[in-house]
């Protein structure tokens, strides 16, 4: 490793930077975006157009029309040469002789640093380098790092770094408290975009003194749809609990190549049924995951619904699911409802804002009754999804308070089990209260 990863500050001072080229524009607003002043040297005056994009960035733009290798250099933070010309190890010299760090754009012997491929989440930032040797590897890394990097888990660090001193004042053990906020319900609200409760439950646990003994053994039981067999579909959601559980129970129908995402020292235990050979019950199942949760974690995410915590079945309560299409209104009008009226029934719909109505009107007319709990799930899984619940007759309104799409409607009493219900239960609770 000749590069040692680092981070640098670069609001601390100035950056100068050489050249106009494309690699130079690059890096000009990769500098600005970081909040950084750049005195760039472009060897020319035809650059408005770079001025007028800097004006909108959080960086500060010098512009010096002068010789950069004149240029006094002194008070600079760094300097990154792109001309693509002699200047290049001219300007490497200079640098060097004045101790200040340097990077020639595609030219590692000639630079004591290098720029990572880099993955952005705000307070979270991953850097990814091959000391300047394949870019295009790195690119290609960031893209698979980018897949499974949650999208507010800088919105956690930020919610970590806002309460740090308050913590090393208030529990036994941080670095314990933190490793269970992280891995436990609270890290998992922020992910879900819930900060509001994310952030009372936070400062609840800290004038606790964190809970419960660090020590003491806790766990989450999640639900993963396995979806078609082909591991590349799974949910980003459903990659994330794999790659994070304990203990994992799967069935038959789970294939050999989902289940090598799951973490490689996790406990893998089958409760499936295989031709000839006597299965386990539901509720044999059902105790063993109580049991194995105090161990850690257990699976998955079921798209949308499980991001909202709702289950699409439930037993003695629902326990039939039905999958309707419904993108227009003359579609939902050609359904025929009537075999969905059974209060047992389950029904998602997908594609069905613009269909609100008609999905309500077809199921009240078939006897379903208006006070069924329903729920709109608005771009799930997606940073800004928002999950609105209320009663069928009310559906056209909740798909209209959700914006826009793609989202599912799901009606049915499951809906009543989900983190959105008991969210607005507790809320009116407070409102009575207060």
């Not at 933190?178 to 436990?184: F, L, P």
């Not at 409760?271 to 006597?278: I, L, M, S, T």
């Amino acid at each position: 490793m000749r590069f040692l990863p680092v981070f640098m500050d670069v609001t601390s001072g100035p950056v100068a930077l050489v050249g106009s080229g494309e690699h130079a524009i690059n890096k000009l607003r990769l500098l600005l975006a970081a909040h950084a002043t750049v005195r760039w040297y472009p060897g020319h005056t035809d650059v408005a157009d770079e001025i007028l994009q800097a004006a909108a960035s959080p960086g500060k733009l010098e512009v010096d029309f002068h010789d950069p290798l004149a240029a006094n250099l002194a008070g600079s933070i760094a300097v990154v040469s792109a001309t693509g010309d002699g200047r290049d190890e001219k300007m490497s010299v200079r640098a060097r002789d004045a101790g200040i760090p340097v990077n020639v754009v595609d030219r590692a012997e000639l630079s004591t640093f290098v720029f990572p491929a880099i993955v952005d989440r705000g307070d979270v930032v991953v850097a990814i380098g091959t000391s300047g040797h394949a870019p295009v590897l790195a690119r290609r890394l960031r893209e698979r790092i980018e897949a499974i990097v949650p999208a507010r888990i800088g919105d956690l660090a930020a919610l970590m770094g806002r309460y740090r001193r308050r913590v090393a004042g208030a529990v036994h053990s941080p670095r314990l408290f933190w490793q269970k906020v992280v891995d436990g319900p609270i890290g998992a609200a922020v992910l879900a975009g819930r900060m509001v409760r994310a952030e009372a439950d936070l400062v609840r646990s800290i004038d606790n003194g964190g809970g419960r003994d660090p020590h003491s053994a806790t766990g989450t039981v999640f639900l993963v749809g396995a979806g078609p067999g082909d591991p590349d579909l799974l949910t980003l959601r459903a990659l994330q609990v794999l790659q994070d559980a304990d203990i994992v129970f799967h069935d038959e129908l789970v294939t050999d190549a989902v289940l090598d995402r799951v973490r490689r020292d996790a406990k893998r235990v089958f409760v499936g049924k295989r031709r000839g050979e006597p299965g386990i019950g539901q509720d044999e199942i059902n105790q063993r995951l109580v049991d194995a949760a105090r161990a850690g974690r257990i699976t998955a995410a079921l798209g949308c619904a499980a991001e909202a915590e709702l289950p699409l079945t439930f037993r003695n309560e629902a326990t039939r699911l039905s999958f309707v299409t419904a993108h227009r209104a003359d579609e939902a009008a050609s359904v025929d409802w009537s075999g969905l009226s059974d209060k047992a029934t389950t029904v998602v719909v997908y594609m069905g804002l613009a269909s609100a109505a008609a999905v309500r009107d077809g199921l009240v007319k078939a006897g379903r009754d208006p006070a069924t709990p329903a729920a709109v799930l608005a771009r799930g899984t997606r940073p800004d999804s928002r999950a609105v619940v209320g009663r069928l007759d009310d559906l056209p309104k909740l798909a209209a308070s959700a914006g826009d799409g793609p989202a599912l409607l799901v009606i049915g009493e499951v809906v009543a089990h989900s983190a959105p219900w008991r969210e607005t239960l507790e809320f009116l609770s407070a409102q009575v209260a207060a």
